[in-house]
C-alpha cells in the first residue's frame, strides 16, 4: 500500500527556515508527480509547489514564490522543502501528495497524502 510520511515539522521564529521531507512507499515514485499542500487553522487546503516526474518542472504557490524550494531525489524515493524566510502566515500542517500523471496544483488530483507535519512560525 501506498506511504507518505512527512518529517521535519517545527517552530521557528520568523525569518528562519525549516526543511520538510516526506518518504514515499508503495508506489514507483518517478512516476509520480509530488506536491506539498498546506492547511491553516479554519482555512482550507491550499496548494503551496508541486515538482514533475521528473523533476524538470516545478510550480509555487505566489505566497511562497522566492522562500520556497521544493526538490525530490528519486533515487530515496524522497520529496523535499525547503522553506526560507518564513513568515506567521507559514503556520499550517503541511502535507505532502503524489498523482500518477503529469504535475498538477489541484489537490482533488491527487491520489495520495501524506500525514501532515505541523510547521509554526511565532516569535
Known amino acids: 500500500q501506498v506511504q507518505l510520511v512527512e518529517f521535519g515539522g517545527g517552530s521557528v521564529q520568523p525569518g528562519g527556515s525549516l526543511r520538510l521531507s516526506c518518504a514515499a512507499s508503495?508506489?514507483?515514485?518517478?512516476?509520480?508527480?509530488m506536491g506539498w499542500f498546506r492547511q491553516a487553522p479554519g482555512k482550507e487546503r491550499e496548494f503551496v509547489a508541486a515538482r514533475s516526474r521528473s523533476g524538470g518542472n516545478t510550480y509555487y504557490a505566489d505566497s511562497v514564490k522566492g522562500r520556497f524550494t521544493i526538490s525530490r531525489d528519486n533515487a530515496k524515493n524522497t520529496v523535499y522543502l525547503q522553506m526560507n524566510s518564513l513568515k506567521p502566515e507559514d503556520t499550517a500542517v503541511y502535507y505532502c501528495?503524489?498523482?500518477?500523471?503529469?504535475?498538477?496544483?489541484?489537490?482533488?488530483?491527487?491520489?495520495?497524502w501524506g500525514q501532515g507535519t505541523q510547521v509554526t512560525v511565532s516569535s
Open positions: 501528495a503524489a498523482r500518477s500523471s503529469a504535475v498538477s496544483i489541484f489537490e482533488r488530483e491527487y491520489a495520495y
Open positions: 508503495g508506489l514507483t515514485f518517478s512516476r509520480h508527480a
